[in-house]
């Protein structure tokens, strides 16, 4: 897989699949995207999440704060990005946690646990793993579906 250092680059969109967390000295985040390119930010994750969303009218805090007022979801709340682009992501544990990987739900095809290990499958076929249960993962995406569902479905 590609890995490039790249400041230009490193815009959430709809082809953006995970964040991670860089384990590096410079970069911060690692970027993955639909293509199979990976890119590295000096960012951190929740400075792209914020970018993402104030450049599409709100912030990361306005975001969260509406999915928790509408839907009463206070841990590991789903952000919704984008609702017209369909952009909502999860976190595997507390944002709070250096170790926190985003999943953008519209990527995700399954989840799997082989020999100990839990890995997120893409439906580009790109297999990720992850250090959470499958039902914590089943949880997220369930609670961002429920997310998608509210914040999608035209007001009455």
């Known amino acids: 897989m590609l890995c490039f250092p790249v400041n230009k680059k490193d815009v959430i969109t709809k082809s953006t699949i995970a964040l991670l967390p860089a384990f590096h000295k410079t970069y911060r985040t690692e970027l993955v995207l639909e293509s199979g390119e990976r890119i590295m930010s000096t960012k951190s994750v929740r400075q792209l999440l914020d970018e993402a969303c104030l450049v599409r009218g709100s912030s990361y805090d306005?975001?969260?704060?509406s999915v928790r007022n509408q839907l009463n979801y206070n841990r590991k709340t789903p952000l919704m990005i984008c609702q017209h682009d369909h952009i909502f992501a999860f976190p595997t544990v507390s944002p709070?946690?250096?170790?926190?990987?985003w999943l953008f739900t519209h990527h995700i095809?399954?989840?799997t646990h082989e020999k100990g290990k839990t890995a997120v499958i893409f439906k580009n076929g790109l297999e990720l793993e992850v250090p959470c249960s499958v039902a914590i993962l089943i949880r997220q995406r369930?609670?961002?579906?429920?997310?998608?569902y509210h914040f999608m479905l035209p007001k009455r």
């Not at 306005?62 to 704060?65: A, F, L, N, T, Y």
């Not at 709070?96 to 990987?101: D, W």
């Not at 369930?142 to 998608?148: F, G, S, V, Y």
């Open 109 to 111: 095809h399954t989840f």
């Open 142 to 148: 369930e609670k961002t579906l429920a997310a998608m």
């Open 62 to 65: 306005g975001r969260i704060k």
């Open 96 to 101: 709070s946690h250096y170790t926190c990987i």
